[in-house]
């Protein structure tokens, strides 16, 4: 006969071996990978699904494969040219070896975090203040080259580098107003004097026209004295010499020989 110590026995074997049991399997989800030290040494890379580890042997450390985001902090940066500049940036990143990422650094996301801030320090500070204004492109290139050099190592992929803002100091934006204002005050300068210029030419060449045929400008006096008389009810006196009325008995014939 079974005594009441042995049944207690069986069932605290039981329960001993369904907690062993528990301990022994793990889930690990689709983006996931679960990296297996087994007393100290790596084992392997296991998952997706329902792992089998031993308990109080083995550990797992679990690597997320999704693509991490990583906010650079505003850095404040000299330029090539003396200027002071406040710069900020997105690095987006994901694990494509898990082993290298647990093995070859401690903590992967504040070593990718702090290589690309000292990474974009060194790139904006060996430019100068246009060049970072209009070369924003230039700058995600050249950054995700750099963090991709250094942590294909690591087992992780830059997939893309992105400038966010770039902020001036508000001495810094005026200057860069008035001198805005300066350059179009400048280029309306240039347009009008070459509207003058070519108003310039057009009436010399008139001039020479003129010249050349008397009747001509006698007759364009006429019409500017009609054009003047058609803005409003006013009389003008004009003084006129002996051209003037040649010109009007010239009219006179050219007009009559028309009609016959």
């Known amino acids: 006969m079974i005594s009441v110590g042995e049944i207690l026995g069986l069932v605290f074997l039981v329960i001993i071996i369904l907690i062993f049991l528990a301990m022994s399997f793990r889930i690990v989800t689709e983006w996931q990978r679960a990296v297996v030290l087994r007393l100290g040494r790596v084992l392997g890379v296991k998952g997706p699904g329902i792992i089998f580890l031993i308990p109080f042997v083995d550990r797992p450390l679990l690597v997320d494969l999704r693509i991490v985001t990583v906010e650079v902090p505003p850095q404040t940066i000299v330029t090539k040219d003396n200027v002071t500049v406040t710069i900020d940036a997105v690095v987006y990143y994901k694990v494509v070896d898990p082993l290298k990422a647990v093995v070859s650094v401690s903590n992967y996301p504040a070593a990718v975090l702090n290589y690309a801030q000292t990474s974009l320090r060194d790139i904006v500070g060996q430019m100068e203040l ?16 750099i963090l991709d050099t250094v942590t294909e190592g690591w087992g992780i992929k830059v997939t893309q580098v992105t400038v966010r803002d770039i902020r001036l100091s508000p001495e810094l934006l005026s200057a860069m107003a008035e001198q805005a204002k300066a350059e179009r005050l400048r280029r309306a300068k240039i347009i009008l004097s070459e509207g003058e210029r070519q108003a310039a030419n057009i009436l010399a060449e008139a001039s020479l026209s003129y010249q050349n045929n008397p009747v001509a400008l006698q007759l364009r006096f006429l019409e500017m004295l009609s054009d003047i008389s058609q803005r409003g009810n006013m009389v003008i006196v004009v003084p006129a010499g002996q051209e003037f009325y040649a010109t009007l008995s010239t009219l006179k014939n050219v007009i009559t020989s028309t009609k016959q």
Not at 130 to 145: F, G, S
Request: glycine fraction near 0%.
């Open 130 to 145: 246009d060049e970072i204004l209009t070369k924003r492109e230039e700058i995600n290139r050249r950054l995700q080259e």
